[in-house]
């Protein structure tokens, strides 16, 4: 009995010295990458030749540690750093609308600027948790503490920042995210890299403007019918994860319009496409913006 309590306490005081080996890993020698000492295995090695093809996603979550790395070499320095949330959104759109959008939309600006996208950050600043007030009355609604959401983005960012990428932009399908953004770009701002919250993405009422006058919406119906619902996002969700609007089912209870406007899903690629573009575009006169003053430009208050 002595023996097996011995083994027993040999065997968690080896699992507890573990963890802090681990964490120690391998130190920066200037030739071990990969997860692993170089000199234990050349595919550790920073300058061993990548055995795949071409890898020619934009998504890093997507890519070895190779593929990042000749993508890096080969000019995309530039990080996107995209935050989404997850929020009610009427009794249609399932609770992750803003992260589905920007699996759209960071493809579509990365592949402009010749940029890598971060893994979509799906949690958010949505309202305080405690006591409930706003989307957090809702079920399945997530939201981080305003300290732990800057936390988050900053570590995010600096981890790109410590592995040579030189430009870093945020941006946000969500409004609640926007001063977490700003504060974590200052933060990692300066020293060889450029940081910056880039407000132009989140223009929802330039979209608007462009429904209504290419002949998509009805003018001043933004209103969402009083839901937390929008014609242009339910179209912009309509063309890339219908399942995401319920769509089928709107359809069958006479549902599938907002504020009067018809979603068609005959039309959705095409009204997504000039979604994006101008969604894009102005990103981009957001980026150069940023570019010139070193840094986020404050959006001026109406």
């Not at 949505?126 to 989307?135: S, Y």
Request: net charge neutral.
């Amino acid at each position: 009995m002595k023996q097996i309590v011995r083994l027993v306490l040999a065997a968690g005081m080896m699992l507890g010295a573990a963890p802090a080996a681990f964490a120690q890993g391998t130190p920066d020698d200037g030739k071990s990458a990969g997860g692993g000492d170089c000199a234990k295995n050349a595919y550790n090695c920073i300058a061993t030749a990548n055995p795949l093809p071409k890898n020619d996603t934009v998504w890093m979550e997507d890519m070895t540690w190779m593929d990042v790395r000749d993508a890096m070499k080969a000019g995309k320095t530039t990080v996107i750093i995209a935050t989404g949330g997850i929020e009610p959104n009427g009794p249609w759109i399932k609770l992750g609308k803003h992260n589905w959008i920007l699996t759209k939309n960071c493809e579509a600006l990365a592949r402009k600027i010749n940029a890598l996208c971060a893994p979509v950050v799906k949690f958010s600043r949505e309202m305080q948790i405690e006591p409930r007030v706003g989307h957090m009355l809702s079920a399945g609604t997530v939201s981080l503490e305003e300290s732990t959401y800057e936390a988050l983005l900053t570590d995010i960012a600096r981890s790109y920042k410590v592995n040579g990428f030189k430009k870093i932009f945020f941006i946000s399908d969500s409004g609640g995210n926007e001063k977490g953004m700003a504060a974590a770009a200052a933060k990692v701002n300066g020293g060889g890299a450029l940081a910056a919250w880039i407000p132009e993405y989140y223009d929802y009422a330039s979209v608007h403007a462009m429904l209504v006058e290419k002949g998509y919406a009805k003018k001043g119906s933004q209103g969402s019918e009083a839901l937390h619902d929008d014609f242009a996002i339910s179209t912009e969700l309509l063309a890339a994860e219908p399942d995401s609007i319920n769509y089928d089912a709107r359809v069958k209870m006479g549902k599938a319009t907002i504020d009067g406007n018809p979603l068609d899903k005959a039309k959705a690629d095409a009204i997504n496409k000039e979604i994006v573009e101008l969604r894009v575009a102005k990103t981009m006169e957001g980026i150069k913006k940023a570019e010139a003053a070193g840094g986020t430009v404050m959006p001026v208050k109406k």
